[in-house]
């Protein structure tokens, strides 16, 4: 073999590892984000380092049914099952790039006959065919002048990285979810407790108004108003049974099992006293799984497009094969048959059908295009905190509102009914408080579920639930 050669064949490996000094490949730096520097929109709630968002699921929600559903829900439900796989498959593809800097090894062997033509080269000296043995072994390897190989290992991992922080937002949502469907379905239960009492009460009102008729105290018109607002009481008693049932399904479905009939405990137990504290926006760019998810987005982006980059310029290549080959069986596994090649080989595109630059010019494009995905995602987070924020505010606000609304109606009902008594008012007075207390009532409840999942929805905005 000759030496010379392979020294020049090193030689040319080193060199080529000197200039990837000099040309390689740019490295990532997260962009400057203004969107991550301000504060959010709040008029109340002081901003500081802490955030309820490094709160687990668990000291958030105490109810121990609701705990058990996530529980279950963050092992059986579909869609985090299917991030998992995700991850998995994404994985694979990481180690692939991990791979890159490694040379390529196969290996073959063949046994090839040839029937000779008299009349040719190697015919007038063979007689007639030939038979040859071969047991090859091919190594090839290519430097990574430009970051080529660096920029495809890193641009795996970011998609790797991606998948993962997928799956935490879908853990996060789907926390949220469950929640907020367990939480919803207390209140329905609630107002059907309320709505079934109305409706007892409501069928001894009919009786008792048809009793003042017979007495000639109220007319038949006062005794159809009565008849009708018992039934608009059933019809309301029909939609909460159903909507129950359709909450028990969604809950179920969430959990990853077929509807059926949940366990619960009730609205008045349920109590979140953990504090709200939104931390800072910049919080965001590490609470927030789906934030973290565009960035590492924008990041295989950024290394697909050194990739592109990297295709303009020459690719240095070093080659062996080697192995056993021989005309005679008996010799081919022979030192006498050895052999060997090194080849050293330097490649610069130069016309390919413009197919290297309209590459590089999609992958800017793709760079820009997940560059804006991830400012508009920390927009949107912004947006749903400032707007969880308010929800909840308005929410609190309005409970106090409700129940003094409540309570002013419950009195009025009770006064009408004594002036009824008393002959001071006609039915239709007392059929009206009463409609309009049943009515405050269920809003009452109503205010008290959202402000439990405006906290809910505080709580996934800020990217909490996951860790």
């Known amino acids: 073999m000759n030496y010379r050669r392979i020294f020049k064949i090193t ?61 279950k829900g963050l092992e059986n439900n579909l869609d985090i099952r299917m991030a998992i796989q995700q991850i ?13 800097y490694f040379p390529t090894l196969s290996a073959g062997a063949d046994v090839t006959h040839q029937e000779l033509s008299k009349n040719s080269q190697f015919g007038s000296i063979f007689s007639g065919s030939i038979d040859q043995y071969q047991l090859t072994a091919d190594l090839s390897w290519e430097a990574d002048i430009w970051g080529k190989i660096r920029s495809n290992r890193r641009a795996y991992q970011a998609s790797y990285l991606q998948t993962v922080a997928a799956h935490q937002a879908v853990k996060t949502e789907l926390i949220a979810s469950i929640a907020s469907s ?23 009102s009919l009786e008792t108004t048809k009793a003042l008729k017979e007495a000639g105290n109220v007319t038949e018109v006062g005794v159809k108003q009565t008849e009708a607002q018992l039934y608009t009481a059933q019809a309301l008693l029909v939609d909460l049974k159903a909507n ?5 399904n969604t809950l179920s479905i969430l959990l990853g099992e077929t509807p059926h009939t949940i366990e619960r405990g009730s609205l008045e ?11 800072v926006p910049a ?67 130069i016309f390919n059908q413009r197919k290297i630059r309209s590459e590089y010019e999609a992958s ?14 920390l927009l949107n987070a912004s947006k749903e905190v400032s707007d969880a924020l308010y929800t909840y505010q308005a929410e609190t606000e309005k409970i106090d509102i409700r129940k003094k609304e409540l309570d002013a109606y419950t009195l009025a009902t009770e006064y009408s009914e004594e002036l009824l008594n008393n002959g001071m008012i006609n039915y239709l007075e007392v059929l009206t408080a009463k409609e309009q207390a049943l009515n405050s009532e269920l809003n009452y409840i109503n205010s008290k579920y959202e402000r439990l999942n405006a906290i809910i929805t505080l709580y996934k905005a800020l990217g909490g639930g996951w860790k």
């Open 88 to 100: 998995v498959s994404a994985e694979a593809y990481m180690k692939q790039g991990k791979a890159g």
């Open 283 to 349: 919080q965001l760019l590490q609470n927030r799984p789906d934030v973290v998810a565009a960035e590492y987005g924008l990041v295989n982006a950024f290394e697909l497009t050194n990739v592109a980059r990297s295709n303009f310029y020459p690719s240095l290549t070093l080659t062996a094969t080697g192995g056993f080959q021989s005309l005679e069986f008996d010799k081919w596994i022979d030192s006498s048959s050895l052999f060997a090649t090194l080849v050293g080989g330097l490649t610069q595109p």
């Open 244 to 248: 129950i049932k359709i909450m028990e």
């Open 269 to 279: 137990d349920q109590h979140i006293d953990t504090e709200l504290k939104v931390g």
């Open 11 to 71: 030689a040319i490996a080193g060199f080529a590892f000197l200039v990837q000094s000099c040309f390689v490949a740019k490295n990532y730096e997260r962009p400057e984000l203004e969107e991550a520097e301000g504060t959010f929109r709040t008029d109340e709630l002081p901003q500081d380092s802490l955030s309820m968002a490094d709160i687990s699921w668990e000291e958030l929600f105490t109810d121990p049914y609701l705990q058990d559903y996530i529980r």
């Open 364 to 377: 800017q494009a793709q760079q820009e295009t997940s560059m804006l995905e991830f400012k508009q995602t």
């Open 182 to 204: 367990y939480y919803q379905l207390l209140a329905l239960d609630q107002q059907l407790q309320i709505t079934e009492a109305t409706i007892a009460n409501r069928e001894s």
